[in-house]
Every structure is written in structure tokens, then in C-alpha cells.
């Protein structure tokens, strides 16, 4: 399984974003899909969660201005980031729960992450 996360850039606070993060191979189903963000010098931070029945949870820090959401059929989840703010700077990495079609393991999976910067 491959996670591939695209849409990162250079914005100006108050800029938007759009993230993805596509996973492929022989998947027979995705439960949690997660972001998460790296600033330079800090620990890995949970953005954003969803589940594979929708549900959504959020770091207070971004809550009212990211959206995360799924699409099922692409095996997809993005993260859209309004109202953008310096501190919102970091490598942008996304993980899914993945039970494979064979064998029928789950586990979790892990992108190569995508840099987000925001100019003040």
C-alpha cells in the first residue's frame, strides 16, 4: 500500500489550501483516515481525523478553519485549510488504517508528507 499526499505550497496568511492524499495497492477497506503536521523542531501533531463512517474530530487549533473529508471510492482523504496562519507552517503527513485484501491484515500506513508554508 502507497499513500501519496499532494497540494502543498507556498501561501500568504489568510490563503487557502487544498490537501490530498491518495492511497493505492490491494486494499479491501480504510477505517481512520488522519493528518497530521510537523513544524520544524516540534513533535508530530494530529490535525485532523476522520472515520469510515464520517465522523470528524479536530485539533482545537484548527478547528473552524480546516475541513477534512473523505471519498471512498478513490480511497481519498483531503484537508481543506482556510484562513491560514504562519504557525500553520510544517510537513503535512497523512495516515490511514488499512485492512488489505490479502492477507486480511490491518495496519497503519503512513505518506511521505507535504510541505505547507504560510508567509506572513
Known amino acids: 500500500v502507497q499513500l501519496v499526499e499532494s497540494g502543498g505550497g507556498l501561501v500568504q496568511a489568510g490563503g487557502s489550501l487544498r490537501l490530498s492524499c491518495a492511497a493505492s495497492?490491494?486494499?479491501?477497506?480504510?477505517?481512520?483516515m488522519t493528518w497530521y503536521r510537523q513544524a520544524p523542531g516540534k513533535q508530530r501533531e494530529l490535525v485532523a481525523d476522520?472515520?469510515?463512517?464520517?465522523?470528524?474530530n479536530y485539533a482545537d487549533s484548527v478547528d473552524g478553519r480546516f475541513t477534512i473529508s473523505r471519498d471512498n471510492a478513490k480511497n481519498t482523504v483531503y484537508l481543506e485549510m482556510n484562513s491560514l496562519k504562519p504557525e500553520d507552517t510544517g510537513t503535512y503527513y497523512c495516515?490511514?488504517?488499512?485492512?488489505?485484501?490479502?492477507?486480511?491484515?490491518?495496519?497503519?500506513?503512513w505518506g511521505l508528507g507535504t510541505q505547507v508554508t504560510v508567509s506572513s
Open positions: 495516515k490511514m488504517v488499512v485492512r488489505l485484501r490479502f492477507p486480511s491484515t490491518t495496519s497503519d500506513y
Open positions: 495497492g490491494s486494499i479491501a477497506s480504510i477505517n481512520t
Open positions: 476522520i472515520t469510515s463512517g464520517g465522523s470528524t
